[in-house]
């Protein structure tokens, strides 16, 4: 294996009360929150079964690598790594090593092609069957070893281990686990997507969607704040669709906010707003088209809900829009903005945006940098578009040259500092709600944080005490100066907006003056 120094990305805390002698599992993760999310419920399934978290890959007897498909770069990073860890498992044979997540799922016999000594591979509606599975491996060994030829027929790779089925429905009961989220609780309230983004992987590799009961999502809710939370994200492919696939109420049971009286993520933000202890709910990700009256006035009416919504428009331009088949025109994008800023005036919006796509000409590039300024986005993520096998887009032709996605990928970015820059100044001046999330990495003495509308804060701790004791709280704090990136200010009693200064909700109005070369 590599360098101590190079094993400390793959380092996580084990926890106090494992048992020194209880074989030892080490899981890496690559990818969303959603993968994070689904290496916990791993880890606890483990735990139920008396395995103990390693620190490093060194103590571990099992090495599971929780993947991520949605880019080519983030599939080659786990082969790098299964390829450092080829020296491990020479050092000791008796390792189980284990790829599970979207990279496992998408291309299942590509893993045990280019990593031979991997062990296992587990499709992403089939982990919580991890401890099962490592068992297997372990039993395949054996009979191996003794001669045996009994091995299950629909496995012909020895002592491998390989479970891709997608017809489980996922257990994610977390209540019995030890909890090791800290401050901030994920809660994915559904799994899958019923989309067909042409670039989009995702479909494929979780399947369609399966919405969870709200009834099951407030209790894990308050389990985790029980157990130290006090901010919980709401995660989902496209969480504003939760509901979508529940059954319509019977005649005379309660109708609720959701299409034809189904549950929405409205109904369960009411339900969640009422969770003491709980200071803060953040979203994650939204699509445009299941952005509704009901979203927007159960955000307005819980204080608890972050006035920031991950938005992704992906790009401005109406044929490549529907060349992505994202289901919205700009001008519906418009509406929905309009909708939510009518509704809940302060709140802010964050996008992905995909440069290069097949057939973007100059003039679609350029809508893209004006919608951008025109929306008046306070977060943005920009990828040059990556052809990934088996979705829609990788059969067109990919004839955007790759210097010209570059080019176009800088100039977006330019374009989002600048507009991220505009968007934070007009909370200068203002009294914000900021939940403390750390210490400040950048500046000794300082604390950071994210304000009421999801932006990084950082400010000075109080002169004596303690800052520490300030995580995990929310502090009023005077916003003072802008970056691209966030706020800076000081802690300051709530008191009255600066005289002149300007409503957030009413900056859609100027954003045009921003125009393509702002």
Not at 20 to 29: C, D, Q, S
Not at 59 to 80: I, M, Q
Not at 429 to 437: D, I, K, M, T
């Amino acid at each position: 294996m590599g360098s101590a120094m190079t094993l400390t990305r793959f380092q996580s805390a084990a926890l106090a009360g494992d048992p020194p002698t209880a074989p030892r599992v080490h899981l890496v993760t690559f990818g969303c929150q959603m993968n994070k999310y689904d290496s916990l419920l791993a880890e606890g399934r483990f735990r139920e079964r008396g395995y103990a978290v390693a620190p490093t890959i060194e103590e571990a007897d099992v090495v599971l690598f929780n993947t991520c498909s949605v880019r080519e770069h983030a599939e080659e990073r786990t082969y790098s790594w299964l390829g450092e860890l080829k020296r491990e498992k020479t050092r000791r044979p008796e390792l189980i090593i284990g790829v599970m997540g979207c990279l496992a799922q998408r291309a299942e016999d590509e893993v045990f092609k280019r990593a031979g000594h991997v062990d296992l591979v587990v499709g992403t509606r089939r982990f919580q069957h991890l401890p099962q599975l490592v068992e297997e491996v372990r039993q395949r060994r054996a009979a191996l070893a003794q001669g045996g030829t009994g091995l299950a027929p629909w496995n012909s790779k020895g002592a491998r281990v390989l479970d891709v089925e997608m017809d489980d429905a996922v257990a994610v009961d977390r209540s019995r686990e030890v909890y090791t989220g800290g401050l901030e609780g994920f809660l994915a309230v559904m799994r899958g997507c019923d989309l067909n983004c042409t670039y989009c992987i995702v479909p494929k590799t979780r399947g369609r969607v399966q919405s969870r009961p709200i009834s099951d999502l407030v209790a894990e809710a308050r389990w985790m704040v029980s157990q130290g939370a006090r901010v919980v994200t709401l995660l989902g492919q496209t969480v504003n669709s939760y509901g979508e696939d529940l059954p319509v109420p019977s005649a005379g049971e309660p109708r609720l906010r959701g299409r034809q009286g189904r549950p929405s993520l409205a109904d369960l933000l009411y339900e969640l707003q009422g969770i003491e202890g709980l200071l803060r709910i953040r979203l994650i990700t939204l699509h445009p088209a299941y952005v509704t009256r009901a979203l927007a006035e159960a955000i307005r009416d819980n204080p608890k809900v972050e006035r920031f919504l991950p938005l992704p428009a992906q790009a401005g331009s109406d044929p490549v829009l529907r060349a992505m088949k994202r289901g919205y025109t700009t001008e519906l994008y418009r509406q929905r903005v309009a909708l939510l800023r009518e509704v809940v005036p302060d709140i802010e919006l964050g996008s992905d945006w995909i440069v290069g796509f097949p057939g973007e000409s100059d003039p679609d590039f350029e809508r893209s940098l004006e919608f951008m300024a025109e929306i008046g986005f306070a977060q943005n993520y920009i990828f040059k578009y990556d052809p990934r096998p088996e979705t829609a887009a990788h059969a067109l032709p990919d004839d955007v040259p790759l210097e010209s996605k570059k080019q176009r990928n800088q100039a977006l970015l330019a374009k989002a500092h600048r507009v991220q820059l505009w968007r934070h100044q007009q909370h200068l001046g203002r009294h914000l709600e900021v939940f403390v999330e750390g210490l400040s990495e950048r500046h000794p003495g300082w604390l950071q944080g994210r304000s009421q509308h999801g932006l990084p804060v950082a400010f000075a701790a109080p002169p004596g005490g303690d800052p520490a004791g300030l995580i995990g709280t929310l502090q009023g704090i005077a916003a003072e100066e802008a970056t691209p990136f966030g706020l800076s200010g000081s802690i300051r009693p709530a008191g009255p907006q600066a005289p002149g200064a300007e409503s957030p909700g009413s900056l859609a109005q100027q954003a045009a003056s921003l125009g393509p070369s702002a």
